[in-house]
Each structure stands twice: as C-alpha cells, then as structure tokens.
C-alpha cells in the first residue's frame, strides 16, 4: 500500500508564503511523475505542478512562477514552495503520483488526503 501525506497548509495572509511537503511511503523512485493538484468548492480539481522521474518539472501556466516544485528523494518528500500567496489560491491542495505516464488530468495513481491552504486578504 502506498501513502501519500501532506503537511505545510494552514492560514496564510495574501502575499505570504507557504511550503508544502508530501512524504511518500515508498521511494518516490517507484513513481514517474509526481505533482499537486488544488481544489477549490465548485471547481474541478485543478493541476498545478509535476516533476517527473528525470528531473523535468511543469506548471500551469496560471501560476506565473509564484509556485516551485522540488523533491527531496532521501526523505521520499515532495515539495510545493507558494509564494505570493493571493485569495483566490484557497484551496485543498492534494499530493498526486503516478506509476507510469505522465500527470496530466486527474489520472493519478495515488491520493493524499489534502491539506487546506486559506490565504486571507
């Protein structure tokens, strides 16, 4: 079994910073693609970032280089550095892997549980 647990959410106000930390069971070698989604109420869950098994990162484009992917393999830890933090990144941000393939659509292989990231005005 495979776990994925975030940590690192909380209240934020706009233009503060947050870093998000997935630590993963396994190595996150066995995985070829990991990334963050977001949810916000009412809306599809939305993919913000991946790094893929060479190294190789991706962002939606909305994030406009506010938002950094990295990984830490050591500690089988994934990270999600936030910086100027606006409302409307309200959110549950979940952490996502993928066994093969690459993260695209919400086709991931395994879930975290979220983390809640409010950033207040």
Do not use: H
């Amino acid at each position: 079994q495979v776990q994925l647990v975030e940590s690192g959410g909380g209240l934020v106000q706009a233009g503060g910073s947050l870093r998000l930390a997935c630590a993963a069971s396994r190595s996150i070698f066995s995985f070829n693609a990991m990334g963050w989604y977001r949810q916000a109420p009412g809306k599809q869950r939305e993919l913000l970032a991946t790094i893929i098994s060479g190294g190789r990162t991706n962002y939606a484009d909305s994030l406009k280089g506010r938002f950094t992917i990295s990984r830490d393999n050591a500690r089988n830890t994934v990270y999600l550095q936030m910086n100027s933090l606006k409302p409307e990144d309200t959110a549950v941000y979940y952490c996502a892997a993928l066994i093969d393939g690459t993260l695209e659509g919400p086709n991931a292989d395994y879930w975290g549980q979220g983390t809640q990231v409010t950033v207040s005005s």
